[in-house]
Every structure is written in C-alpha cells, then in structure tokens.
C-alpha cells in the first residue's frame, strides 16, 4: 500500500532549529513535496525535492533519501510565525499527491 | 481574481440537500483537484481533472461528482449529503497533472451537514 508517517505534533523554542521527519511508502515514486498550512487557512508550497540530498532555501531545507524512504525538512533561526502545520506528501506513479496528516509545529518563546 | 477562489467560504447544511461547492482559477493551469481535509488526517483527493472536459476519481469520491466545461471552473457537488461529509474542502491547481508541478491551493470551504 501507499503510507505517509509524520509526527503528529512537535514542540521547539523560538531562534532553535527542528528537524520534521517524514517516512513513505509510495509506488512509482515521482518526487517529495513539503507544504506549510496554517491554522484555517490553505496549504502553501515550501519545497520539492526529486534527488537524493539536501535542498536549502533561505531558513527551511528539505532532504530526501530514496532508498530510504525518507525526508525531513529542517527549520533554522525559527521564529514564532513558524507556528504550523507541516505537510509531507509524496508523488505517485499517477502523479497524485499521497498526503501525510501533517505535524503541528509549536514554537515557544 | 488572483490565483484560485472557492465559493462559498461556509455552509451549513441539512442532511439530504443537494450542495455545489465552487472552484475557479485564473492561472491558465491544466490541472485541478479537489481534497477534503478531516481533523488527524491528511488531505484526500476526492476527484482531479488534468484538462478540461476530462476528470477522474480519487481516493475518495463516493457522494461526489464533478464537471469540468472550461479550463477556468472545477465545481464539486454534493448530490444528496450525508453528516459524514462534514469537513473542510479544497480545490488546488497546477500547470499540469501529468508531471510534477507545485499545486495552489484556494482558501478552502467549510461545510457542516447536519
């Protein structure tokens, strides 16, 4: 089957980094996508990564490893407006989107 | 418009009633797909159009039908509605469903059915 696993809900401390881990399992992989959704508002794209390894833009990075299985997606200097929802959703054989329930991020002061 | 609209932004509606929810996009994109997002779960795709006059079921399109007449509008209806499909509904977009291309997303509908 196709699965997507994220932690539920993490907790980090303003001007810290965390790291949000993302495992799947999907057929005919085509690619990762992360996505930051606030509370009642619509998700918006962060980043997308194909290859193997590390994808930087500005404070958030996204790794993936194929053979693994596995992404995270990094935020540095982190700031109180990173309070979110963050998405992983993988890309099938179709090219649909299987997505993760999402980790809540909770930034503290 | 900029982007991609929905319309309405909240209903509330009685079991049994027959419920359009409204979707355009401005943004000339191929693509477009409709989700529902439920509380501990990820978004699931309901159905997808990768061009007009073509659409396609998703994970989850029992109770749901779709058209696609133009490029521009994707309308989601909901034939007889039952409680179950109480949940938060978006349209999204992209430049073209059959290769990767990032998806817009509208600001969503919330649709309560009593």
């Known amino acids: 089957g196709q699965n997507i696993d994220q932690p539920t809900e993490m907790t980090a401390t303003e001007g810290a980094i965390v790291q949000i881990n993302c495992t799947y399992q999907?057929?005919?992989?085509?690619?990762l996508f992360w996505y930051q959704q606030h509370a009642g508002e619509a998700p918006t794209f962060l980043s997308y990564n194909v290859l193997d390894g590390l994808e930087e833009k500005g404070r958030f990075s996204s790794f993936l490893s194929r053979s693994k299985g596995y992404s995270y997606l990094l935020l540095k200097e982190l700031q109180m407006k990173d309070s979110a929802s963050y998405l992983c959703a993988s890309i099938d054989s179709n090219y649909q989107l299987i997505w993760g329930a999402g980790t809540k991020l909770i930034i503290k002061p | 418009i900029a982007g991609i609209t929905q319309a309405p932004t909240s209903q509330i509606l009685a079991a049994g009633r027959r419920m359009t929810l409204r979707c355009t996009q401005d943004?000339?994109?191929?693509?477009m797909y409709w989700y529902r997002q439920d509380l501990g779960l990820g978004l699931r795709l309901i159905h997808y159009s990768n061009t007009a006059g073509t659409t396609g079921k998703g994970e989850v399109p029992d109770g749901y039908s779709v058209s696609r007449a133009n490029t521009d509008d994707f309308p989601l209806t909901l034939a007889s509605a039952v409680p179950s499909q109480t949940s938060v509904y978006f349209c999204?977009?992209?430049?073209?469903?059959?290769?990767?291309?990032?998806?817009?997303f509208g600001p969503g509908t919330r649709l309560t059915v009593l």
């Open positions: 943004m000339r994109h191929n693509a």
């Open positions: 999204a977009s992209s430049g073209d469903g059959t290769d990767y291309n990032e998806q817009f």
């Open positions: 999907t057929s005919g992989f085509n690619g």
